[in-house]
């Protein structure tokens, strides 16, 4: 009877310890794939500048004589009536030290010319010391106006869009500087500045879909121009592309663009979907005989929608787009 007993413990125990998830297997991750194959793949170029007038639509302000920027009438992409102020500057400390050696100057070339009169009504001076004197009194006074007498609010010369302004407030200009450009209302033009690198796989025709900052409309066009010549200052090209007229566009306004550029030749690709990244490095799972395998590859340009992949992959291979988030290397999966 104790045998029984024991025979029949070892049995419940047996039977305990043997769990319904040791006799399934584990399900499978759900996945989509998308076969390697190969394919032109072109590239997005996401560009920076800015709408600005043509060149015979520009017009520069300048400070008249060195002088302290105070204040912002009309900012950047302002619509001005001509006439209307736009920026207000006021004597820097140089010109206030010029400003009173001229009144002083003049002071004393008045008073040299009023002596001039008395001693030639006197006798004492010819005529031609008189007029030696007026001609200093002329010239001192000449110097106090031109220092004096200039405006510094500089005013649109014509209708159109503030451009751009040099500076802000309390920077101090000297004589001659551009602190102002205005634009006409005539064509608007979107100016970008680009990696040299990149000069020639842009040209002239190439598509950019250009957008304001902040705005989500996308406006279509295409190059006009392609400078390769690099700017000193910001060590870019320029590339240019007409705008339609109207109030889309403001000059001095902001812009974005992105220029796609058909690829030449072909290249292994894979959808975008399927890249994933750890640490920067890009890797993809490849699945075989239903096991998920991670592959790091090294990638190449890409369109938004394929990229191409330099290394890691073969024709052929069967990349996972959907799920691969939730995989881990020899995962087994199946397909959606």
């Known amino acids: 009877m104790k045998t029984i007993v024991t025979v029949m413990a070892l049995m419940l125990l047996a039977a305990c310890s043997s769990s319904p998830q040791e006799d399934s297997a584990q399900p499978p991750a759900l996945v989509t794939l998308a076969t390697v194959g190969r394919q032109a793949v072109g590239e997005t ?48 400390p140089t ?15 008045n008073a040299a010319y009023a002596r001039a009169v008395r001693m030639r009504g006197d006798g004492l001076m010819s005529d031609a010391d008189v007029e030696t004197a007026r001609a ?13 007498g200039r405006s510094l609010t500089l005013r649109a010369p014509r209708a159109g869009y503030v451009e751009s302004i040099t500076g802000t407030p309390g920077d101090l200009f000297p004589a001659g500087t551009s602190v102002v450009t205005i634009s006409g209302t005539g064509a608007i033009r979107a100016r970008f500045g680009i990696d040299p ?47 339609p007229a109207g109030p889309a566009f403001r000059p001095g306004e902001t812009l974005t663009g992105e220029a796609k550029m058909q690829g030449s030749g072909d ?11 750890d640490a920067g490095q890009p890797f ?25 992949v330099a290394r890691g992959l073969s024709s052929g291979d069967k990349v996972v787009v959907e799920g691969g988030t939730a995989l881990d290397d020899g995962m087994r999966v199946r397909l959606r």
Do not use: C, W
């Open 267 to 277: 290249a292994l690709a894979i959808p975008y979907a399927a890249l994933l990244d």
């Open 136 to 148: 200093a009194k002329a010239g001192a006074e000449a110097t106090v106006a031109s220092l004096t």
């Open 197 to 243: 690198a990149l000069v020639g796989n842009l040209h002239i025709g190439t598509a950019i879909a250009i957008r304001t900052a902040g705005s989500s409309r996308v406006i279509p066009a295409r190059l006009s121009a392609v400078d390769p010549m690099v700017d000193p200052q910001t060590k870019l090209a320029t590339a240019y592309a007409d705008l």
């Open 45 to 92: 170029i996401r560009l920076y500048g800015v709408a600005d007038s043509g060149p015979g639509e520009r017009a520069d302000l300048f400070a008249p004589i060195e002088a302290r920027f105070v204040a912002i009438d009309a900012p950047v992409g302002s619509a001005v009536r001509q006439g209307q102020a736009i920026v207000r500057l006021t004597p820097g």
């Open 95 to 109: 010109t206030m030290l010029y400003m009173a050696k001229a009144r002083s100057d003049a002071q004393a070339a």
């Open 284 to 308: 993809v799972f490849v699945v075989i005989k239903g096991t998920a395998h991670r592959r790091d590859i090294v990638t190449g340009s890409s369109d938004g929608a394929v990229i191409a």
